[in-house]
């Protein structure tokens, strides 16, 4: 029998993880059986359970692979000397992400797909402690950017890195949820708003 070459098995595990997040896309994630993801894929039920147990398995391995692409962004952004400034990356990343990178989904699709993954977490002790996981790695890494915003002289050092990393996670998911719900929402509107939040100058006190 020929050997599977590992490329095969990774394209495999592609294509039935696109096949069941376009499932999930449609019709959430309890509305989705193991049925409908094979039938989605075209491949028998062994072929599929090989690479994962069930739906709960191919919903982390959603998840994980999401924040993984956000989180080496942010990572890759901070050996960047000088690093972009938060409106340029968040804009830059999000632009990556939503311009269909997850399983080749349209940009609405994809971030009300992320949305489901958020809400999924509550309920599944599995999901939240991937997604602590995954925010406690996003938080270290905003915190290193900040770091470096300071070392090239563009921050304060009055304020939290834990703060700014906490404050542009959050700026990131509003945009994911606001593209969920209404659609429409470009990237430039992100980068616009921020960068004329960033150049308010302290208020004075009189």
């Not at 890759?76 to 999000?94: C, N, S």
């Not at 304020?159 to 509003?174: E, L, P, W």
Request: aromatic share 8%; net charge neutral.
């Amino acid at each position: 029998m020929a050997r599977v070459s590992q490329e095969h098995l990774d394209a495999r595990r592609r294509q039935i993880l696109a096949g069941a997040a376009r499932c999930f896309a449609r019709n959430g994630f309890h509305g989705t059986s193991m049925q409908d993801v094979l039938k989605e894929v075209g491949l028998s039920a062994g072929a599929v359970y090989r690479y994962f147990a069930g739906k709960d398995d191919l919903i982390a391995a959603i998840a994980d692979e999401a924040f993984g692409g956000i989180r080496h962004a942010f990572e890759d952004a901070a050996e960047i000397t000088p690093p972009p400034t938060p409106d340029v990356l968040l804009g830059r990343v999000l632009r990556t992400f939503l311009a269909g990178q997850l399983y080749g989904m349209e940009r609405r699709t994809c971030a009300a797909l992320i949305v489901q993954v958020w809400a999924e977490a509550l309920r599944s002790d599995r999901l939240s402690t991937a997604f602590s996981d995954g925010y406690a790695g996003m938080r270290v890494g905003w915190a290193k950017l900040v770091e470096a915003y300071r070392a090239a002289g563009i921050m304060h050092a009055d304020v939290s890195a834990d703060d700014v990393a906490r404050t542009m996670i959050a700026t990131a998911q509003g945009f994911m949820v606001q593209e969920a719900l209404f659609g429409g929402v470009e990237p430039e509107v992100l980068e616009n708003g921020l960068r004329g939040l960033m150049s308010m100058g302290p208020q004075k006190i009189s």
